[in-house]
């Protein structure tokens, strides 16, 4: 068997295929990752800090035909697939630069005793990701588990295998298998696998984090989010900052979990808002083929993406909701284009505002009292990202405070946002763990510790059978 992906934007061509891994198949990979874990593990940190470098060598010399397979694969525009590759690169450089000194044995040898506290690997990672940045969402996973010595059996999504495959190819100890919900299953399932980690939707990952559970094996799971961007009553921005907050909620064509997806703007600068956002996205939203330059929004990635767009934005028509388009459809495609829109005049309960849309339609909320605006931006059962607009930074951040989101940016909002220093992940049903900084490490680490109290130790006065820590 194998999956045959179908280019989003030309449905009828079929841009390559991946061999299925059957269920009862994924125990032999597994097996194999984990005798390559034994080797892999045992190698000094130097050497495999210096594999990742060598792979983002070859990151960059692939990234021109990787991001128009991509391209081809996902729908996304083929400048963002080159964006995706580099930061994909750029990260495997950061690990191999700062991962030694989260990884690094760390010895204390006092009054006290002797303690010596060591990151070990956990064995064979399961990486099960998803096909909206497929590469840099695996390379999230694959950098900092092989830095610290596992190895990796990674799974890509069925609707964006391709690209994703030829890089873990670069990179040691990692072995890819494909499939739909069985092959997860047995993958989770196997009692070498020591770690999952998951980035995806909340049903998939409530699915996951079930399996793993089972085995008691710890997961990191990203899941989606529905985040708010307020807007305070100061805000000032510029045409370039209204260019990036619109490309903050569309780019790929909005199917980004960190994604603006709600706007909260005072009601009293609602016409003053939207004139500057149309402004800005007639100027930079060009919906058409991804692999045109000057295409910055493609199709959504199926049929069944476009068709959920048809359902949410029904149920904004029902209830009295009106759609404000951003760019035009390009007369002559088959593919599977979603034009942009902003939606007004949606109830809070509206679909398009409870729920992650994950595609190129988005609320414009007002409001009149900030301490509304909160409420109303908390009341969701994601908490993944958020973002604060105001002039006085901070008053910004204090705002920020309250918001009931993992990452919350400041004046931004998306990649735009991001920092590699910065930790990244969700609060509530939005998932847990961390990645990226030195938190996205040490998810794939376990401190062991070594220690020789100083009351045995030669020369030490020793202590009775009951007896407890002493300061």
């Known amino acids: 068997m194998k999956i045959d992906r179908e280019n989003p934007a030309h449905p009828t061509e079929i841009v390559g295929s991946v061999p299925v891994t059957?269920?009862?198949?994924v125990e032999a990979v597994v097996r194999q990752s984990h005798r390559e874990f034994l080797d892999w593990s045992a190698r000094p940190l130097g050497q495999r800090l210096t594999a990742l470098g060598t792979a983002a060598e070859a990151l960059d010399a692939r990234t021109p035909d990787l991001a128009e397979l991509l391209a081809r694969e996902s729908g996304k525009p083929i400048a963002d697939c080159r964006g995706e590759i580099g930061f994909a690169a750029t990260y495997l450089r950061w690990v191999r630069d700062n991962a030694a000194a989260v990884l690094t044995a760390s010895a204390i040898d006092d009054a006290q005793g002797r303690l010596v506290r060591s990151a070990a690997p956990f064995g064979v990672v399961a990486a099960i990701t998803p096909w909206n940045a497929p590469i840099i969402l695996s390379v999230l996973k694959l950098a900092p588990a092989l830095a610290a010595g596992n190895t990796v059996v990674l799974k890509p999504s069925p609707l964006a295998p391709l690209a994703v495959t030829e890089v873990a190819g670069l990179l040691p100890g990692v072995r890819v298998i494909h499939g739909g919900p069985e092959t997860v299953r047995a993958l989770i399932a196997d009692p070498l696998i020591r770690k999952v980690a998951f980035t995806g939707g909340a049903e998939a990952g409530r699915s996951i984090a079930a399996a793993a559970g089972q085995a008691l094996t710890?997961?990191?799971?990203?899941?989606?989010?529905?985040?708010?961007?307020i807007f305070l009553d100061d805000f000032t921005l510029s045409p370039a900052d209204y260019e990036r907050l619109v490309l903050a909620s569309f780019a790929t064509s909005g199917q980004v979990c960190m994604a603006a997806k709600r706007?909260?703007?005072?009601?009293?600068?609602l016409d003053e808002f939207?004139?500057?956002?149309?402004?800005?996205?007639?100027r930079i939203l060009i919906v058409g083929d991804p692999v045109n330059e000057r295409t910055s929004m493609g199709p959504v990635v199926s049929r069944a993406a476009a068709h959920r767009m048809t359902d949410l934005l029904a149920d904004a028509w029902s209830r009295g909701g009106w759609l404000v388009p951003l760019a035009e459809i390009p007369s002559d495609t088959d593919g599977y284009y979603v034009a942009?829109?902003?939606a007004l005049d949606l109830p809070d309960d509206a679909w398009l505002v409870r729920r992650e849309q994950f595609g190129p339609a988005v609320p414009v909320l007002t409001y009149t009292d900030e301490r509304d605006v909160l409420a109303r931006a908390n009341d969701c059962e994601l908490g993944l990202g958020a973002s604060v607009w105001s002039a006085d930074e901070d008053r910004a951040f204090a705002f920020a405070a309250r918001i009931e989101a993992g990452f919350t940016f400041v004046n931004t909002h998306n990649r735009t946002g991001m920092s590699l220093r910065a930790p990244f992940g969700g609060t509530k049903q939005s998932g847990f763990g961390r990645e990226y900084a030195d938190e996205g490490l040490r998810e794939y680490v376990q401190t062991t510790v070594r220690h020789a109290p100083s009351a045995f130790r030669a020369g030490g006065s020793g202590l009775s059978a009951r007896a407890y820590p002493q300061l």
């Open 274 to 282: 939207l004139e500057s956002y149309l402004d800005a996205a007639h």
């Open 218 to 229: 710890p997961v990191l799971l990203e899941l989606g989010g529905n985040d708010p961007a």
């Open 22 to 25: 059957a269920p009862e198949a």
């Open 263 to 269: 706007l909260y703007v005072p009601a009293r600068r």
């Open 340 to 342: 942009p829109a902003l």
